[in-house]
Each structure stands twice: as structure tokens, then as C-alpha cells.
């Protein structure tokens, strides 16, 4: 089975930074990835697909890049509604597994 | 607009059995592949099951192969997931998900609420 590690598990961060989160796969995926987020409570939002692609309404401040075994959120000014749980999976091969999350707080 | 409401959830006993199902709207649910997702109290999403549009092709996560069963009833627009011999380990939210497209190699779009399964004595 293919193993997703993200990094770091929490995040703190303020309205306006700029932060990123990384996710790690244990062989190649090519770019059979997506980001979602998780607030308790609700259901996950897809954000991005193809290690790049933003979902059509997601805001043009998340952004993702990398293949292979290596890939990056990032979230370019961070906005109050921005702070959440992000998971990451890869839809490579069964099992299509998530990494562990990265909670997102305030500083 | 997708529209999934899951449905079954409930307190089981260690070895019990369960039928959630997840009535879907707002698409063309005959031509999509949907998964169920669940995340236990405290931990992270675990994908747990996936059927392609036609349920020819469906997978399981191993922590559940053998004990869950995934299908679809493509006439009422209704997705299922029977499970069989449950354990402590499988109380959890379980989420229905949609595919982006009709085969199973693709990531998921859109999320029903979820509904709690609870296993103990």
C-alpha cells in the first residue's frame, strides 16, 4: 500500500500569512493527488485534484504543485474561514489512502 | 446542486451487523463512481470502499475486506454499504462520497454530512 506523510501535523498561523503544507508519498503517484479540507462537524471540501487543479469555486489563494512523491498545499493569505483540517489523498492505486491531516489554527 | 444524505448509522454490538445507505441528488448519480470514507473519533479519514458506476468494479480498504460489502442501487439513485461481524475499531462517521467521473480512478467532489456508527457492548 502507498503511505501519505504530511508535514507538519499542526500548523499556527495568522489571517494574512502565507503558509504551506506538504505531503509525502511512499512511491510515486504521478500526479494522482487531491487536497481536501475538514472542518468538525461537516462535510470535507474538495479543493484540489491532479496535484494542481483547483476545484471550480475553490479561491485562487489555495494552490497546489509537485508529482511524483513530493506535493504542496499552499494557501497564499490566509482568511478566517481558512482554518480548518487538510488531508491529502492519492487515487494512484487501491487502497486510496490520506495522509494523517495538518489542523490548521490561529495563532 | 450534490446533494448525498447518509442514513443507517446507530449503536451496534461487537460482532453485529449494519446498513448504511446514502440517497444522492442534483446529478446523474448512474454515471459516477462513489466511495465511503469514514474517520473515527479523534483520527483522520480513512478511505474504506469504492464502486464504479455500473457496480462491476468495486475495493475495499483491507481493515474492512471481507466484512463490508459496497453496492448501488442505480434506479433509486442510492448507494450502500453492509457491514458485517463489526468491531470497536469500525466506530466512526462514515461519509459518502462522489467520484468525479464514472470510473474509480478519480478523486472525490462532493461529501454527504456522514453518519455515526458506534460498536460496543
Known amino acids: 500500500d502507498i503511505q501519505m506523510t504530511q508535514s507538519p501535523s499542526t500548523l499556527s498561523a495568522s489571517v494574512g500569512d502565507r503558509v504551506t503544507v506538504t505531503c509525502r508519498a511512499s512511491?510515486?503517484?504521478?500526479?494522482?493527488l487531491a487536497w481536501y479540507q475538514h472542518k468538525p462537524g461537516k462535510a470535507p471540501k474538495f479543493l484540489i485534484y491532479g496535484a494542481s487543479r483547483l476545484e471550480s469555486g475553490v479561491p485562487f489563494r489555495f494552490s497546489g504543485s509537485g508529482s511524483g512523491t513530493e506535493f504542496t498545499l499552499t494557501i497564499s493569505s490566509l482568511q478566517p474561514d481558512d482554518f480548518a483540517t487538510y488531508y491529502c489523498q492519492h487515487y494512484n492505486s487501491y487502497p486510496y489512502t490520506f495522509g494523517q491531516g495538518t489542523n490548521l489554527e490561529i495563532k | 446542486e450534490v446533494q448525498l444524505l447518509e442514513s443507517g448509522g446507530g449503536l451496534v454490538q461487537p460482532g453485529g451487523s449494519l446498513r448504511l445507505s446514502c440517497e444522492a441528488s442534483?446529478?446523474?448519480?448512474?454515471?459516477?463512481?462513489m466511495s465511503w470514507v469514514r474517520q473515527a473519533p479523534g483520527k483522520g479519514l480513512e478511505w474504506v470502499s469504492v464502486?464504479?458506476?455500473?457496480?462491476?468494479?468495486?475495493d475495499y480498504a483491507d481493515s474492512v475486506k471481507g466484512r463490508f460489502t459496497i453496492s448501488r442501487d442505480n434506479s433509486k439513485n442510492t448507494l450502500f454499504l453492509q457491514m458485517d461481524s463489526l468491531r470497536a475499531e469500525d466506530t466512526a462517521v462514515y461519509y459518502c462520497?462522489?467520484?468525479?467521473?464514472?470510473?474509480?480512478?478519480?478523486?472525490?467532489?462532493?461529501w454527504g454530512q456522514g453518519t455515526l456508527v458506534t460498536v460496543s457492548s
Open positions: 512511491q510515486s503517484i504521478d500526479s494522482w
Open positions: 464502486i464504479n458506476y455500473s457496480a462491476g468494479t468495486t
Open positions: 462520497a462522489k467520484a468525479q467521473s464514472s470510473v474509480t480512478t478519480t478523486a472525490l467532489d462532493s
Open positions: 442534483g446529478f446523474s448519480f448512474r454515471s459516477y463512481a
